[in-house]
């Protein structure tokens, strides 16, 4: 049973441009958790999806940011007009309807020039 | 609202020393308690969790117990070795299924020969 997913690993976009990160979660676990990781700081909660629902976007900023996870496919984190401070560690996790437990992907690491 | 509250870092110890990470949270409900560990350019993998109150997780030689009275959960291990050097996040979810997780801002441990 392959792991929580994340591509692309390394993502490098100028000030502008758009980022697009993709976590396909275990096999069998309906529920994506992303997270964010600022140098020298902790995970910071950011959304929390079932397929095809948003259930809590509550750390998500509100403006550029935006998360999906299709009936089929990754989930995708979006981050539209990327800026400097958006420079971080990306993390997906996902867990199975029924345990209290989330699996980490091996994280993106976004650098905005 | 819930919360974890982590040893700021970074330790450092030596080879076989002692480690103490200490974790206290805040929580309504009853929440399920956990110990992530990051290593370098990784991304987070679950080392060790307590489902309730005076439970006992444990793995790899790491302890930690659910003391209810006082809130904690803090990370032990008799004797580090230079391969425990990593990051280490306490985290707690509230009760239920798939919910969200609360994390730690991590502590940076390096152990030296």
């Known amino acids: 049973n392959a792991g929580v997913m994340q591509n692309p690993r390394h993502l490098v976009r100028r000030r502008g441009q758009e980022a697009r990160l993709r976590c396909s979660p275990m096999k069998g676990h309906s529920h994506v958790y992303w997270y964010r990781q600022l140098p020298e700081e902790g995970l910071k909660f950011m959304v929390y999806l079932q397929k095809e629902n948003i259930i809590d976007e509550s750390g998500m900023p509100k403006e550029r940011f935006s998360a999906e996870f299709p009936k089929e496919g990754p989930s995708i984190l979006r981050i539209q007009q990327v800026v400097r401070g958006d420079s971080a560690a990306y993390f997906c996790a996902s867990s199975p309807p029924v345990r209290n437990e989330q699996f980490f992907g091996p994280g993106t690491r976004l650098t905005v020039l | 609202g819930d919360s974890v509250t982590q040893m700021e870092g970074p330790v450092t110890l030596s080879e076989e020393a002692f480690l103490t990470i200490n974790c206290t949270y805040t929580?309504?409900?009853?929440?399920?308690l956990f110990w992530y560990v990051q290593y370098p350019g990784e991304g987070l993998q679950l080392l060790l969790k307590a489902t309730k109150a005076d439970d006992k997780g444990s793995n790899k030689g790491f302890e930690a117990t659910y003391r209810k009275e006082t809130t904690s959960f803090h990370l032990e291990k008799g004797s580090v070795q230079v391969s425990d050097s990593a990051v280490y996040f306490c985290?707690?979810?509230?009760?239920?299924?798939?919910?969200?997780?609360?994390f730690g801002t991590g502590t940076s441990l390096t152990v030296i020969p």
């Open positions: 985290a707690l979810s509230a009760s239920g299924t798939g919910n969200q997780f609360y």
């Open positions: 929580a309504t409900g009853y929440p399920s």
